[in-house]
T-cell receptor
């Protein structure tokens, strides 16, 4: 079963606007990651935030993490048509080692010209 | 560097058959993970291999198995296929030393069971 729920399920904006996606999860985590998936293809890693971090930036991406609320948000600023894709949050819990990502349900972002 | 390569890209199988999917990781990556993606259940973790050993396992029945070879290439096998096994199967590789090394995904194998 999926740990994460993402909101909204779908988002349609105009090029140049900002897009915000939210992710909630259920258990304590070691880190949270965001991935992008273009239709029918593999996922691309965007950004990772550790459980002891509150905010992280990478280019036009800004991620926040609130462990007390078990939630995260991804902000894409000045969106472009090429940002059209599905976005997933994924959480990593502490294990004996290695990755065992639990993915959210995803947000479908459409950026229109 | 070449990316993660999954073969075949598409597969059509009949209920009851078995199937083997292949994944070649990025050179130097020692961890390979497998995920199943369906419209109903989303992305679900199957298992992870590191240096030929299964390090983590998801909640899938024993019909789903995998292995990793000494060159880090991995195969996933599904026996006695069911209609519900129709999905996009994604392989991902990483350096694998910590949980903070990002996963690099292949484009997947789309399996259709009829």
């Amino acid at each position: 079963s999926q740990q994460g729920e993402e909101d909204p399920q779908a988002l349609s904006i105009q090029e140049g606007e900002n897009a915000t996606m939210n992710c909630s999860y259920k258990t304590s985590i070691n880190n949270l990651q965001w991935y992008r998936q273009n239709s029918g293809r593999g996922l691309v890693h965007l950004i990772l935030i550790r459980s002891n971090e509150r905010e992280k930036h990478s280019g036009r991406l800004r991620v926040t993490l609130d462990t007390s609320k078990k939630s995260s948000s991804l902000l894409i600023t000045a969106s472009r048509a090429a940002d059209t894709a599905s976005y997933f949050c994924a959480t990593n819990i502490l294990t004996g080692g290695g990755n065992k990502l639990t993915f959210g349900t995803g947000t479908q972002l459409k950026v229109e010209l | 560097k070449a990316g993660v390569t999954q073969t075949p890209r598409y597969l059509i199988k009949t209920r009851g058959q078995q199937v083997t999917l292949s994944c070649s990781p990025i050179s130097g990556h020692r961890s390979v993970s497998w995920y199943q993606q369906t419209p109903g259940q989303g992305l679900q973790f199957l298992f992870e291999y590191f240096s030929e050993t299964q390090r983590n396992k998801g909640n899938f029945p024993g019909r789903f198995s995998g292995r990793q070879f000494s060159n880090s290439r991995s195969e996933m096998n599904v026996s006695t296929l069911e209609l519900g096994d129709s999905a996009l199967y994604l392989c991902a590789s990483s350096l694998g030393w910590t949980q903070e090394t990002p996963l690099h995904f292949g484009n997947g194998t789309r399996l259709t069971v009829t």
